[in-house]
Structures are given as structure tokens and as C-alpha cells.
């Protein structure tokens, strides 16, 4: 395993009775890295997650995190490791304070000064002293992301961690996780829904469908990949159809037009130049002429739209 390896997914199979939920399943995630994973409700999202922490037992396969494995060395392995799984198991009679305390006393070395370091990260350092049954569901969450970080993990597990959080939670969120991957080398592990999150936060995606693994990319790759993009022209609205026709024997394919003199067309972006200057040439009044952005959003829904 490379030194660098924070945790290797090796062929992981899940069975429960004659279904199988995770099929064959292997990935790394390296130091210093955020990973997405991403995938329809009942992909294995969770399911996987709750492997590489020991909730739920392998079928078939190992999980090794800092080369220790989940199966053999469960003790060695799990101490590396942080994370929410669905929500934050926290004790509602307590203060947000004690719940840390306990929870700090399963790990060496964390120091009060920790404690109330990571409530000031998290925006909850004025309601340490409150009972964690006044708080709301976004508190709840940041101190449940408070008491996974708390004792320095080298992979950090987040399942739906925006859940209840306001835009300003979900921002400092995205710049914490940058700061501790980039800055001080843990590996991030994060599954959302919230896909344009992701898209800011992620350096790699994995796509997961029917417990199997479509794609890994980069994030940049993954939403620039192929070579056609989409652009949108605006002209004169006495000359859609002449412009249609224009893009027609040029063999340009139109998406979608609008009576407001908006047309969509895909094709390559080393196209653009030499189709605006056809149209012009033909007289064809051009306002606008600019790239639609692909998101992330958009290439997930395509390519499990492709898997279907």
C-alpha cells in the first residue's frame, strides 16, 4: 500500500441473504484529499460507510485505513478514524461541553483547551454550557462534526453532514474540510445530495450506483469530461429560423430555442469562432454568444441517466 494512503477499499462485497448490496467495491483515498461520494438513494452509499467503520461486517473484502485492517485489527484501525453516519449520537440531557468531555475521554491527550477549540471552530463556543435538547438541528450537527474531529483523526467520515445547517454552516463547513485535508493532511470522506456543495468542496468524485462503481475522476475532469459543451447564442428574434437552418447545414445540433431569440447548440468550444463567424457573414444579429457551465449536477444525473 502506498505510504501516502489513508484508506484502500479492496474488493468489497456485501451480501444480506441472497442480495447483494455492495458488489466488488475498491478505492483509496490519499492524504490530504476530499472525496465525494456520490450516488442515488440505495446506491450503497451508507452501507459502505458503515463498513469502512465497523458498524456493519464485509461480505467479501477488507478495508485498510493507515494499512491497519477493519477485519483483523479493528482496534488499530477504527482510532484513526472520525465521522457522522447519518446523524450525530449525542446525549440530549447533557451540555454541549460534557457530551465533548465524554466523548474525549475515549481518546488520549484531548485537553479541555481542544474541547473548546473545536466549539469555536464550530460556531457553539457561547452554548458549551447548554442542554443539547434546547439546541437546534443544525447545532446538533456542528457538535456532532466538533466531536468527530476532536481527537485529530486521519480520516474524517461525513454522511449528509449539511443537514440542518444554514448557508453561513454550509461555508464554513466546505472551508474547514478544505483546511484540514489541505493544510493539515487528513483524508475527507463526505456523501451528499447537495451537489453543487460538492462540486466547491471535493477535489475527487466517485459515482456509485446499484452498489457499484461507476466512475473516480477528478472534480474538474469529471464535469468537464467529454468533448462537446453546450452554448448559448442570442440573436435577432425575426431570425431564429434562420439561424436554425443556418446551424442545421452546419451540422450543429440544436438543443432548444425560445421565441425571446435564445438558442442552445452543442458543440466543441474550438467551434465557437468559426460558427459566430459564419452567422455573421450571413447576417444573422448576434447579442449574445456565451458557454453553459456543465455542473456537477448535471453529469450525475447524465451519467445515471446512462446506467439505467
Known amino acids: 500500500m502506498n505510504k501516502k494512503t489513508v484508506v484502500e477499499l479492496k474488493h468489497i462485497s456485501k451480501k444480506i441473504g441472497k442480495k ?145 445547517l444554514d448557508p453561513e454552516g454550509i461555508h464554513e463547513l466546505r472551508n474547514y474540510l478544505k483546511k484540514i485535508a489541505h493544510e493539515e493532511g487528513a483524508a475527507v470522506l463526505v456523501s451528499s445530495h447537495l451537489l453543487s456543495e460538492m462540486q466547491l468542496m471535493c477535489d475527487r468524485v466517485g459515482v456509485l450506483q446499484h452498489g457499484k462503481l461507476v466512475t473516480i475522476q477528478r472534480i474538474d475532469d469529471f464535469v468537464k469530461s467529454g468533448g462537446s459543451i453546450q452554448v448559448e447564442l442570442i440573436v435577432s428574434t425575426s431570425q431564429i429560423a434562420q439561424t436554425k437552418n443556418l446551424l442545421h447545414t452546419m451540422r450543429k445540433n440544436v438543443l432548444s430555442s425560445s421565441p425571446a431569440g435564445h438558442i442552445i447548440i452543442q458543440m466543441t468550444k474550438e467551434e465557437i469562432p468559426s460558427v459566430n463567424k459564419h452567422l455573421m457573414k450571413c447576417g444573422i444579429e448576434i447579442y449574445t454568444i456565451q458557454m453553459k457551465e456543465e455542473t456537477l449536477e448535471d453529469k450525475f444525473l447524465e451519467i445515471t441517466e446512462e446506467q439505467k
Open 20 to 164: 447483494e448490496i455492495i458488489h466488488d467495491l475498491s478505492f483509496t483515498i490519499p492524504v490530504g484529499e476530499i472525496f465525494g461520494f456520490l450516488g442515488p438513494n440505495g446506491a450503497g452509499k451508507t452501507t459502505t460507510i458503515r463498513m469502512i467503520t465497523g458498524l456493519i461486517k464485509i461480505t467479501e473484502g477488507d478495508i485498510f485505513i493507515k494499512g491497519h485492517s477493519i477485519t483483523t485489527d479493528f482496534k488499530k484501525a477504527i482510532q484513526n478514524v472520525g465521522g457522522i453516519v447519518e446523524n450525530p449520537d449525542l446525549y440530549r440531557y447533557l451540555t454541549g461541553y460534557q457530551n465533548l468531555k465524554h466523548y474525549a475521554r475515549m481518546s488520549p491527550g484531548i485537553s479541555k483547551k481542544r474541547i473548546y477549540e473545536m466549539a469555536e471552530i464550530v460556531g457553539l463556543k457561547d452554548k458549551m454550557q447548554d442542554k443539547v435538547r434546547t439546541y437546534s438541528l443544525g447545532m446538533r450537527q456542528r457538535l456532532g462534526l466538533a466531536q468527530a474531529l476532536l481527537h485529530r483523526p486521519s480520516l474524517v467520515i461525513l454522511d449528509e453532514p449539511t443537514n440542518g
